[in-house]
């Protein structure tokens, strides 16, 4: 079946401007995740998702990232203001329960690149 | 708390030699332990996962790791590496029942024909 999909696979902006990257999971996955990974590095933690509510976002790294999940489905991450220091890959995973299975696997998409001038 | 430490951001095999992928962990409270591996430009796929249950895990293609509690280690290998293999692997901790990926800084497998 369908993979985790993410769009744009490339976004690049200028400093200032408001950015919105978007995820759809597999069909039928209640739990969405936000990683950001910056080159050289491993992902890092943004957000979880269980349904519609954002369950944990502790590893937002400001109050410039936002993210959203209406539907239980479909998320979008928005960065307002963006920075240079902003740049990194956005990475989406989901799993088909969250933290209510304790062997959940995470199954990630291919990423967005953003990169801001 | 829980970490994990790669040894080594670049490794290089021969095709056909065996591959050793070394992972170190920290945690406290039972790991779940993951491999992915990252071709350019997609995204992360995962290889193989510790839940627990046995402690040698066989992945996809050919890779398996072995979780040493002893040693706090979960290292990847493979028998034989393939032209195919070059990528970018990545190990990832979890608590048990948890959901947050703690993710190594990834180990660049380059293999020479």
């Known amino acids: 079946g369908a993979g985790v999909s993410q769009t744009p696979s490339n976004k690049v902006t200028e400093k200032g401007k ?11 996955h209640t739990a969405l995740y936000w990683y950001r990974q ?11 998702f269980q349904g519609t509510g954002a369950a944990d976002d502790s590893g937002l790294p400001n109050d410039r990232f936002f993210a959203v999940r209406p539907e239980g ?13 902003d740049s990194a890959v956005y990475l989406c995973a989901s799993s088909l329960k969250g933290h209510r ?15 801001v001038l | 708390a829980q970490s994990v430490t790669q040894l080594g951001s670049h490794v290089s095999v021969s095709e056909g030699a065996l591959v050793l992928l070394r992972c170190n962990y920290s945690s406290s409270v039972p790991p779940y332990l993951f491999w992915y591996v990252q071709y350019p430009n997609q995204g992360l796929q ?7 249950a046995a402690t040698l895990v066989k992945g996809i293609n050919g890779f398996e790791a072995e979780f040493k509690k002893s040693e706090t280690s979960f290292h990847l290998t493979k028998p034989s590496a393939h032209m195919s293999d070059a990528a970018e692997y ?7 029942g948890t959901y947050k990926y703690i993710f190594g800084t990834g180990t660049r497998l380059k293999v020479l024909a």
């Open chain 1, 73 to 85: 489905s479909v998320s979008t991450l928005k960065i307002q203001r963006t920075e240079r220091g």
């Open chain 1, 38 to 48: 910056s080159l050289g590095q491993g992902p890092e933690f943004l957000i979880y």
């Open chain 2, 90 to 96: 990545f190990c990832a901790v979890s608590g048990a």
């Open chain 1, 101 to 115: 299975a304790y062997t959940d696997t995470q199954y990630f998409g291919p990423g967005t690149r953003l990169t």
């Open chain 1, 18 to 28: 408001y950015v919105e990257l978007r995820c759809d999971p597999i069909s039928g």
């Open chain 2, 46 to 52: 995962l290889l193989l996962k510790y839940t627990s």
